[in-house]
């Protein structure tokens, strides 16, 4: 979209009246305005066309994009772009110019080219991290989650890792380290790097523990981070220290059940609960072969909107593969109620992760879900007491957390108590 051109007096003058109007005006009249201002006063009117520009590809009155929703992103780069590199503004325009037009790219299928501006976004972060002296170089994070979503996950551990490195001398801060911390341990375990992502998150479980006992965080996100960690030990062969996170696990829970959190939170602990049940569920899942697993360790705000359209489109496939298969499981179970369960645990942790991301009232969505699977694993444990009843206590921890994410810390502590009962591991 090419709106250069030349401008005669008459153009500057309505340009000026319009900005300078007491009535409101509309975003459309204040972009052609900046239009025409800006080639007379580049140094002035062009962060704020830039700016504008942005603003115009999404109607909040509406909740629609515009139609010409790309055009305008890239306009808003090339105007960005052609910003006097002296001027110290540039560099944040640019940015945030690249920030909107990755993500309209992203959500058109235009992969390559988004990753190509989040490079683009990351050396702008390195430029500025190096005049500032900043140790946090802005744009890594949305660079390792493009890297995950391509399946480069060794490249996306390395930049996790100097993230990381970054943020952990400051400690928890707003929280930004602990979401942080999950990607990191997601990327470093999708790498095959186990090692490394087991000490990650002994990092994480040591923070939450130091933040719950200090009255800086929630309990329940200190319990989340021990369960998954456990899944990890076990996943990586060391049943005895799992068994340990286990129990260090129930008790946290039993003091829930009986006293409930030490003080009101704001309920982010349901995302932080959400985000490590998609890792803890990522081993059961296994997409087509030609695209790169869902996104785990992160939020769904952070993933780009074409892997988070494919994640959350996948629950109706997944619904249909579940009611398909369950018809051949109860004619023969023993081939195939253990697909039907795994593909059921798939589908709920999708489930889960989708509707709480988009309402606080995510647990009547989902309750039911938690519930089956439950029921089916009782079913495949009955038919393979050894591999089903280690199933079994998998997703009665599951629904544990599930109850603890809705606030139900005695229907929490059962199923806890229940799974570690499976596990061989009651004192």
């Known amino acids: 979209m090419n709106h250069w051109g030349k401008v005669d007096q008459d153009d500057i003058v309505r340009a000026r009246n319009v900005l300078l109007a007491s009535g409101r005006r509309t975003l459309r009249e204040e972009v052609d305005a900046y239009r025409v201002l800006a080639q007379v006063s580049p140094a002035a ?5 830039a700016r504008a520009l942005q603003r115009l590809t999404y109607d909040s009155g509406s909740g629609k994009k515009h139609a010409a929703c790309l055009a305008l992103c890239q306009e808003a780069v090339a105007v960005a772009r052609s910003i006097d590199p002296a001027e110290t503004a540039r560099a944040d325009v640019l940015y945030g110019a690249l920030d909107t037009c990755q993500r309209e790219l992203y959500s058109l299928g235009r992969r390559a080219e988004g990753l190509a501006m989040r490079a683009e976004m990351l050396a702008i972060g390195r430029a500025q991290a190096e005049l500032s002296g900043d140790p946090v170089v802005k744009g890594l994070r949305e ?6 979503e391509e399946g480069r996950y060794a490249e996306a551990a390395d930049a996790m890792t100097e993230l990381v490195s970054a943020l952990l001398p400051d400690g928890p801060g707003g929280g930004a380290l602990a979401w942080s911390l999950l990607a990191w341990i997601a990327a470093l375990h999708n790498a095959g790097r186990s090692g490394e992502a087991l000490a990650a998150f002994k990092t994480l479980v040591r923070m939450e523990a130091a933040e719950a006992a200090n009255d800086h965080g929630p309990m329940a996100c200190h319990l989340y981070s021990l369960i998954g960690y456990a899944l990890m030990l076990d996943d990586c ?3 005895e220290q799992a068994a340990i996170a ?6 946290l829970l039993t003091e829930l059940a009986d006293t409930g959190e030490r003080k009101s939170w704001s309920g982010y602990q349901s995302s ?13 899942d296994r997409p087509a072969s030609d695209e790169p697993p869902p996104p785990s360790g992160a939020a769904p705000i ?5 892997a988070k359209l494919r994640c959350f489109d996948r629950r109706h496939a997944l619904r ?3 009611d398909t298969i369950a018809v051949q499981a109860t004619e023969k179970p023993d081939q195939h109620l253990a697909e039907l369960v795994r593909l059921h645990r798939v589908f709920t942790v999708h489930s889960a992760v989708y509707w709480e991301h988009r309402t606080h009232l995510f647990a009547e969505r989902v309750r039911s879900l938690f519930d089956d699977g439950v029921g089916l694993a009782r079913r495949l444990a009955h038919h393979d007491p050894v591999g089903g009843t280690r199933t079994l206590a998998r997703i009665l921890i599951d629904r544990s ?12 502590l059962n199923d806890f108590r229940q799974a570690l009962s499976y596990l061989g591991e009651t004192h």
């Open 302 to 306: 952070p993933w780009s909107p074409d």
């Open 237 to 239: 062969g060391r049943g």
């Open 45 to 49: 009117y062009l962060p704020l066309l």
């Open 401 to 412: 957390t599930f109850h603890t994410a809705a606030h139900e810390f005695r229907p929490a």
């Open 246 to 251: 286990r129990q260090e696990a129930l008790a």
């Open 143 to 148: 660079w390792a989650a493009g890297l995950s």
């Open 320 to 322: 249909e593969a579940v």
């Open 272 to 284: 932080f609960w959400a985000v490590l049940l998609s890792f803890s569920g990522a081993e059961s």
